[in-house]
């Protein structure tokens, strides 16, 4: 019921308890329509109008709908005959295909970190699921199903959160290029699962004792207890960012840039001993500060992300070494590429 106590006169396309309407513009009180007759009564003082307008309407969508069966064979939504008798058309592009659109897209835009992602994801859901299919046939069950899915094949809740929100953002998209209707978002039903994380804190002792290990500096571990500690005195810089930073960032006294994921800048004083271990790293003469990129990786933004995720496991691997050997246990650091 609307404000004024009318209710809307739709037709209404109706297959398996899913329904689309279609507005007629006209709006009437209930006791001023007649549902067997499906008109409005002559105590409605526009009835006659009303009845005509209805009548032509009706005959209108009829006739359209014997030519829809004509030439669209096999399931078909209540949205797709909506949009065929409003004379809206109908894409014909899969899930698959504008998904690989928007990789180019975002490919052409420099953002090479997403664009993994987004081929990651498409990867990962298209071994449970296939997506050569419109979007209209992402509809709940389909997410339902896929989530069973891949929870039967052990992935992890906050990976699964991972791929739902990437699909979501791509169904977003395709509703606002026009590829589909919003009237077939599946996600307003839909409640993607998140788990909280275990927050990994290291306690004043186990920082004091990471920091007084005796590590030679000849020895493979050397240089990743030195970023251990540097990400610290850094106020916890993320690795990606530590790993990138240039030469021309470290400038009076001071380590200034901004991060890559937020593009926020910072500017972190520099204490004597991250200024020790900076002189360290430079000393190699290298074009990073850090050293551990070399140019052709650096020129590489495709694939840069996943040699920055392969760095950052190595020296997660090289931290929890570092806690066996001198028995104590060091946390590792992780890095999210986005």
Not at 50 to 75: A, C, P, R, V, W
């Amino acid at each position: 019921m609307k404000k004024n106590n009318t209710y809307p006169l739709v037709f209404r396309i109706s297959e398996g308890g899913v329904y689309r309407d279609i507005g007629t513009g006209q709006s009437v009180q209930e006791h001023q329509y007649n549902l067997k007759t499906e008109s409005v009564r002559n105590t409605h003082p526009l009835h006659e109008l009303i009845n005509s307008q209805l009548k032509e309407l009706k005959l209108k969508y009829l006739s359209k709908l014997m030519e829809y069966e004509k030439t669209h064979f096999g399931t078909n939504t209540p949205q797709q005959i909506k949009d065929y008798l409003l004379g809206e058309s109908i894409s014909c592009m899969t899930v698959n295909q504008f998904w690989d659109k928007e990789i180019s897209l975002i490919l052409k835009a420099g953002r090479n970190g997403g664009a993994r992602i987004y081929m990651e994801v498409k990867v990962a859901i298209n071994k449970v699921k296939s997506l050569d299919i419109r979007f209209e046939q992402v509809d709940y069950n389909f997410l339902k199903d896929l989530e069973a899915e891949l929870l039967g094949a052990e992935v992890k809740v906050n990976s699964i959160s991972l791929y739902l929100r990437t699909l979501r953002a791509i169904y977003n998209k395709a509703i606002n290029s026009g590829v589909v209707s919003f009237h077939s978002y599946p996600f307003r039903s839909f409640k993607i699962k998140k788990e909280r994380g275990t927050p990994l804190v290291m306690t004043l002792e186990e920082l004091r004792a990471f920091f007084q290990l005796n590590v030679n500096s000849n020895d493979l571990l050397y240089d990743s207890w030195l970023m251990g500690k540097l990400m610290f005195l850094l106020m916890g810089i993320n690795i990606t960012d530590m790993l990138m930073m240039k030469h021309n960032q470290v400038v009076g006294g001071r380590l200034i840039y901004s991060r890559t994921k937020t593009k926020r800048r910072y500017s972190i004083k520099l204490v004597p001993e991250a200024l020790t271990i900076l002189e360290y790293f430079q000393a190699k003469k290298s074009n990073t500060v850090i050293g551990k990129l070399s140019e052709r990786e650096l020129e590489d933004g495709f694939n840069l992300p996943l040699v920055l995720r392969q760095r950052n496991q190595v020296f997660n691997s090289h931290l929890m070494k570092l806690g066996k050997r001198h028995y104590f246990f060091i946390l590792p650091f992780v890095i999210y590429i986005y």
